[in-house]
Protein backbone atom coordinates (compact mmCIF):
# COMPACT_ATOMS: atom_id res chain seq x y z
CA UNK A 1 0.00 0.00 0.00
CA UNK A 2 1.23 3.21 -1.31
CA UNK A 3 0.30 6.44 -0.23
CA UNK A 4 1.13 10.14 0.45
CA UNK A 5 1.72 11.54 3.35
CA UNK A 6 -1.49 13.34 3.62
CA UNK A 7 -3.47 10.37 2.95
CA UNK A 8 -1.70 8.42 5.87
CA UNK A 9 -2.27 10.63 8.56
CA UNK A 10 -5.72 9.33 8.51
CA UNK A 11 -4.52 5.49 8.60
CA UNK A 12 -4.17 4.05 12.29
CA UNK A 13 -1.34 1.54 13.75
CA UNK A 14 -2.43 -0.98 16.30
CA UNK A 15 -0.44 -1.28 19.52
CA UNK A 16 0.40 -4.24 21.79
CA UNK A 17 2.18 -4.13 25.14
CA UNK A 18 5.25 -6.04 25.63
CA UNK A 19 3.45 -9.20 26.44
CA UNK A 20 1.24 -8.76 23.52
CA UNK A 21 -1.62 -7.41 24.54
CA UNK A 22 -3.54 -5.15 22.04
CA UNK A 23 -4.17 -2.04 24.10
CA UNK A 24 -4.32 1.06 21.35
CA UNK A 25 -5.26 2.32 18.06
CA UNK A 26 -3.48 5.29 17.39
CA UNK A 27 -2.46 7.50 14.26
CA UNK A 28 0.35 6.79 12.23
CA UNK A 29 2.28 9.76 13.20
CA UNK A 30 2.52 8.66 16.86
CA UNK A 31 3.09 5.04 15.76
CA UNK A 32 6.39 6.40 13.51
CA UNK A 33 7.50 8.62 16.76
CA UNK A 34 7.34 5.09 18.79
CA UNK A 35 9.86 3.41 15.92
CA UNK A 36 11.88 6.11 15.67
CA UNK A 37 12.74 6.51 18.85
CA UNK A 38 12.98 2.50 19.66
CA UNK A 39 9.97 2.38 22.00
CA UNK A 40 7.86 0.37 19.52
CA UNK A 41 9.15 -2.92 16.97
CA UNK A 42 7.01 -3.85 14.18
CA UNK A 43 4.91 -6.78 15.20
CA UNK A 44 4.08 -9.59 12.67
CA UNK A 45 1.10 -11.36 13.05
CA UNK A 46 1.46 -13.18 10.19
CA UNK A 47 -2.10 -12.47 8.96
CA UNK A 48 -1.00 -11.10 5.54
CA UNK A 49 -0.86 -7.37 6.61
CA UNK A 50 0.75 -5.29 4.37
CA UNK A 51 3.34 -2.05 5.45
CA UNK A 52 1.74 1.54 5.12
CA UNK A 53 4.96 3.27 2.95
CA UNK A 54 3.91 6.72 3.47
CA UNK A 55 6.00 9.05 0.99
CA UNK A 56 7.57 12.63 1.96
CA UNK A 57 9.27 14.69 -0.54
CA UNK A 58 12.52 13.13 0.75
CA UNK A 59 11.44 9.81 2.01
CA UNK A 60 10.10 6.36 2.16
CA UNK A 61 8.60 5.54 5.16
CA UNK A 62 7.46 1.60 5.77
CA UNK A 63 5.07 1.65 8.18
CA UNK A 64 3.60 -1.24 10.24
CA UNK A 65 0.11 -1.36 10.67
CA UNK A 66 0.87 -3.21 14.09
CA UNK A 67 3.46 -2.27 16.23
CA UNK A 68 5.00 -3.39 19.84
CA UNK A 69 6.17 -1.71 22.28
CA UNK A 70 9.19 -2.57 23.70
CA UNK A 71 9.48 -0.72 26.71
CA UNK A 72 6.79 -1.22 29.38
CA UNK A 73 3.52 -0.20 29.65
CA UNK A 74 2.04 -0.30 33.06
CA UNK A 75 -0.82 -3.02 32.75
CA UNK A 76 -3.34 -1.89 34.95
CA UNK A 77 -6.62 -3.47 36.08
CA UNK A 78 -8.77 -1.17 33.68
CA UNK A 79 -11.63 -0.15 35.67
CA UNK A 80 -15.12 1.48 34.55
CA UNK A 81 -15.80 4.83 35.09
CA UNK A 82 -17.15 6.29 37.95
CA UNK A 83 -20.64 7.10 37.57
CA UNK A 84 -20.97 10.53 36.72
CA UNK A 85 -22.83 12.61 34.14
CA UNK A 86 -20.71 12.92 31.70
CA UNK A 87 -19.96 9.12 31.40
CA UNK A 88 -23.31 8.23 31.91
CA UNK A 89 -24.26 10.42 28.91
CA UNK A 90 -21.46 8.58 26.94
CA UNK A 91 -22.84 5.36 27.50
CA UNK A 92 -26.14 6.35 26.35
CA UNK A 93 -24.83 7.63 23.37
CA UNK A 94 -26.12 11.17 24.40
CA UNK A 95 -29.99 9.83 23.86
CA UNK A 96 -32.94 9.45 26.61
CA UNK A 97 -33.24 5.64 26.88
CA UNK A 98 -36.80 5.57 27.26
CA UNK A 99 -37.83 7.84 24.43
CA UNK A 100 -34.75 8.91 21.81
CA UNK A 101 -34.81 11.90 22.39
CA UNK A 102 -31.59 13.72 22.26
CA UNK A 103 -32.18 16.94 23.87
CA UNK A 104 -33.12 18.45 27.88
CA UNK A 105 -30.83 15.65 28.75
CA UNK A 106 -31.46 14.48 32.26
CA UNK A 107 -30.10 11.60 34.45
CA UNK A 108 -32.44 9.43 36.17
CA UNK A 109 -32.35 7.02 38.95
CA UNK A 110 -34.31 3.94 38.14
CA UNK A 111 -34.95 3.21 41.71
CA UNK A 112 -35.35 6.74 43.23
CA UNK A 113 -33.44 7.90 44.87
CA UNK A 114 -35.66 8.60 47.23
CA UNK A 115 -36.78 4.88 47.40
CA UNK A 116 -33.04 3.87 48.48
CA UNK A 117 -31.55 3.99 44.68
CA UNK A 118 -27.85 4.07 44.84
CA UNK A 119 -25.87 5.74 41.72
CA UNK A 120 -24.77 2.73 40.16
CA UNK A 121 -23.99 1.45 36.43
CA UNK A 122 -26.97 -0.35 36.83
CA UNK A 123 -29.39 2.59 38.48
CA UNK A 124 -28.87 5.18 36.42
CA UNK A 125 -29.90 6.29 32.55
CA UNK A 126 -30.02 9.29 30.74
CA UNK A 127 -33.51 10.74 30.18
CA UNK A 128 -34.84 13.42 28.66
CA UNK A 129 -36.29 15.91 30.95
CA UNK A 130 -39.97 15.45 29.62
CA UNK A 131 -39.70 11.24 30.61
CA UNK A 132 -37.89 12.08 33.82
CA UNK A 133 -40.89 14.36 34.97
CA UNK A 134 -43.31 11.74 33.44
CA UNK A 135 -41.69 9.17 35.38
CA UNK A 136 -41.58 11.06 38.65
CA UNK A 137 -40.89 9.58 42.10
CA UNK A 138 -41.40 5.86 40.18
CA UNK A 139 -39.65 3.16 38.95
CA UNK A 140 -39.79 2.97 35.03
CA UNK A 141 -42.69 0.22 35.37
CA UNK A 142 -44.56 1.93 38.11
CA UNK A 143 -44.87 5.12 35.47
CA UNK A 144 -45.30 2.86 32.80
CA UNK A 145 -42.12 3.49 30.61
CA UNK A 146 -39.93 0.93 29.23
CA UNK A 147 -36.04 1.21 28.89
CA UNK A 148 -34.60 1.01 25.05
CA UNK A 149 -31.97 -1.59 26.86
CA UNK A 150 -31.19 -2.37 30.01
CA UNK A 151 -28.01 -0.25 31.99
CA UNK A 152 -24.95 -2.07 32.57
CA UNK A 153 -21.41 -1.04 33.38
CA UNK A 154 -19.44 0.52 30.05
CA UNK A 155 -16.72 -1.41 29.32
CA UNK A 156 -13.18 0.67 29.19
CA UNK A 157 -12.09 1.95 26.10
CA UNK A 158 -9.18 -0.10 25.94
CA UNK A 159 -10.74 -3.21 26.82
CA UNK A 160 -13.46 -2.58 24.02
CA UNK A 161 -10.50 -1.97 21.76
CA UNK A 162 -9.00 -5.10 22.85
CA UNK A 163 -12.81 -6.76 21.79
CA UNK A 164 -12.90 -5.40 18.69
CA UNK A 165 -9.50 -6.15 17.74
CA UNK A 166 -9.54 -9.49 18.34
CA UNK A 167 -12.72 -10.20 16.67
CA UNK A 168 -12.28 -8.36 13.40
CA UNK A 169 -8.86 -10.81 13.77
CA UNK A 170 -10.68 -13.83 13.59
CA UNK A 171 -12.87 -13.09 11.10
CA UNK A 172 -9.86 -12.34 8.77
CA UNK A 173 -8.72 -15.63 9.82
CA UNK A 174 -11.73 -17.41 9.30
CA UNK A 175 -11.71 -15.97 5.99
CA UNK A 176 -8.19 -17.21 4.93
CA UNK A 177 -8.76 -20.61 5.88
ZN1 LIG B 1 -37.37 10.90 26.80
Keep these: ?21 PINQINIK ?13 LDLNDGSQFISV ?26 PTVNRREVLRRDRQTCQY ?10 HLIPVSKGGESTWD ?7 TCNNRKGDRTPQQAGLTLRRQP ?3 VH ?9 WRAHKIQREGQS
Design 1 to 21: MTISATQALSKTVAVFSKSYL
Design 30 to 42: RAIILLVTGKAEP
Design 55 to 80: HSPTMLLLVPQHIRLTVNHREKIWKA
Design 99 to 108: CGNTRHLTID
Design 123 to 129: NVVTACE
Design 152 to 154: KTP
Design 157 to 165: PIVAFAAQF
